[in-house]
Nanobody, 126 residues
Framework: QVQLVESGGGLVQAGGSLRLSCAAS????????MGWFRQAPGKEREFVATISWHDGNTYNADSVKGRFTISRDNAKNTLYLQMNSLKPEDTAVYYCAARVKAYTNLPGSLYEYDYWGQGTQVTVSS
């Protein structure tokens, strides 16, 4: 079992920044990859970014490239999402997720993840 707890969400004006954190506990050594997803009201949950827990390779959705950066601190078992140049369309509940199975390519689908946090709300005002 892996437990995930997100924090750092809030209200920010367009153009501002936020940093989300996701604290992992439990069998964290079994994580192969971790990712961020988001879900806006009335929309499906969508991929934002993913990172390999072991070598730090990353992959971002096109919609956030150049603005968001995913990173991790293995010693602290914590995942981060630095969000800059925020836009109103970034408003959503942001979830972190962990995959505990090996993979060939960094997982970009929500169905490829095994554990989820409860989410943190990010609201960007125009």
């Amino acid at each position: 079992q892996v437990q995930l707890v997100e924090s750092g969400g809030g209200l920010v004006q367009a153009g501002g920044s936020l940093r989300l954190s996701c604290a992992a506990s439990g069998r964290t050594f079994s994580s192969y990859a971790m990712g961020w997803f988001r879900q806006a009201p009335g929309k499906e949950r969508e991929f934002v970014a993913t990172i390999s827990w072991h070598d730090g390779n990353t992959y971002n959705a096109d919609s956030v490239k150049g603005r968001f950066t995913i990173s991790r601190d293995n010693a602290k078992n914590t995942l981060y999402l630095q969000m800059n140049s925020l836009k109103p369309e970034d408003t959503a509940v942001y979830y972190c997720a962990a995959r505990v199975k090996a993979y060939t390519n960094l997982p970009g689908s929500l169905y490829e993840y095994d554990y989820w946090g409860q989410g943190t709300q990010v609201t960007v005002s125009s």
